[in-house]
């Protein structure tokens, strides 16, 4: 099964008062680690891989989150279907093609 996910994480609480650009480097290590294909956006990361590879990849960005922030928010939206992998670049290249 294919899933393209999209996700947003960062700490409500926190020891610091600074920028989240920290926490979100964490986060995208975590996932460059997993070895998924993703995208890094101005509000959130996209992946892409096997339903239960993803989530765990997500799951382990929250912990590590969670280790050392007592709050976290996180919003995701996910698209799992039967088929190919390589939906998060075809789902973009569509919409360009109808723009042409």
Known sequence: ??????????????TDEGSLAPYVARTIAIVRESGLPYELGAMGTVIEGDFDKVMATIKRCHDD????????????????????????????????????
């Open 1 to 14: 099964m294919s899933c393209v996910a999209t996700f947003s994480i960062f700490p409500l609480e926190r």
């Open 65 to 100: 989150m969670r280790n050392d922030c007592g709050r976290v928010y996180l919003t995701l939206a996910v698209d799992s279907r039967s088929g190919e992998a390589g939906r998060m670049q075809s789902k973009v290249d569509s919409v360009g093609e109808l723009l042409k």
